[in-house]
């Protein structure tokens, strides 16, 4: 049975899988342009729109409908697409980037992400829906989540059509568990989320390609 299960899966990763060969799309740029902008825009700007009486209303529903929840799965998912990227990768399924080009543009999107975050998080002083401290906006977790969904996404889409959408719906899952634990409002996960997506999307922007087939520098245009 395990065995059927393993070959299903492999099966299923495959079907969508575009042009399979022996060589890797290496370091192609992202180039910037206004329609990768929006996602994060609106993200962050729908955060901003709620962040009055929707919060509010959303957390006092979480409380009555949903009291004795807790789970820490959102600690695990948040990283999860990370995991995922590069287990496809040693098992066959190339990536976009090669190992040391990759590495380099998630560890900045990681340094960008956390730094955005954090200096919100410390500058706002927003207490958590729990009241266990101040620092609930923007959600930690969620502009993780998304971050590395996005890393997952550009590193596959080309090969896997649907990644994106797995990618931002396991993402999205980090977003609303936060929100059932009682640690984050709506408005604190919107605006992480869009500062997830702009820190790795600024990662591919701005990564030289200083390993592995010389390429163009990115073209920002708008």
Same mark, same amino acid.
């Given at each position: 049975?395990r065995?059927?299960?393993f070959?299903l ?11 399979q060969?022996s060589?890797r799309?290496?370091? /192609?740029p992202?180039? &910037?342009?206004k329609?990768?902008?929006w @996602?994060?825009v609106? $993200?962050?700007? #729908?955060?901003?729109?709620?962040s009055g009486?929707t919060?509010w209303n959303?957390?006092q529903? /979480?409380?009555?409908? &949903?009291?004795d929840?807790?789970?820490? @799965?959102?600690?695990? $998912?948040?990283? #999860?697409?990370i995991?995922?990227a ?7 399924l190339?990536s976009h980037?090669d190992f040391w ?8 999107g990681?340094l960008m992400?956390?730094?955005s975050?954090?200096a919100?998080?410390y500058?706002?002083?927003?207490p958590?829906?729990?009241g266990?401290d101040?620092y ?6 969620t ?30 899952s980090v977003g609303?568990l936060?929100i059932?634990?009682?640690k984050?409002y ?5 605006v992480?989320a869009?500062?997830g997506?702009?820190a ?7 990564h ?15």
């Amino acid at each position: 049975m395990r065995l059927l299960s393993f070959l299903l899966l492999f099966y299923l990763l495959h079907l969508p899988v575009r042009a399979q060969d022996s060589t890797r799309s290496y370091n /192609r740029p992202l180039h &910037l342009s206004k329609a990768q902008l929006w @996602a994060p825009v609106l $993200l962050g700007a #729908s955060g901003l729109l709620l962040s009055g009486s929707t919060k509010w209303n959303l957390a006092q529903w /979480r409380n009555e409908n &949903l009291p004795d929840f807790s789970t820490y @799965a959102d600690d695990v $998912l948040a990283f #999860s697409p990370i995991v995922i990227a590069y287990g496809l990768d040693a098992f066959g399924l190339k990536s976009h980037n090669d190992f040391w080009n990759r590495s380099a543009i998630l560890c900045k999107g990681e340094l960008m992400m956390l730094g955005s975050v954090y200096a919100l998080k410390y500058s706002t002083h927003v207490p958590r829906p729990d009241g266990s401290d101040i620092y609930s906006f923007p959600s930690g977790h969620t502009a993780q989540a998304f971050m590395a969904a996005t890393f997952l996404s550009q590193e596959y889409k080309h090969k896997i059509v649907w990644m994106p959408y797995a990618a931002y719906t396991l993402a999205a899952s980090v977003g609303a568990l936060r929100i059932a634990n009682n640690k984050h409002y709506i408005s604190d996960v919107l605006v992480g989320a869009g500062l997830g997506i702009l820190a790795q999307k600024v990662a591919y922007w701005t990564h030289q390609y200083r390993w592995g087939r010389h390429v163009p520098k990115p073209i920002f245009t708008f």
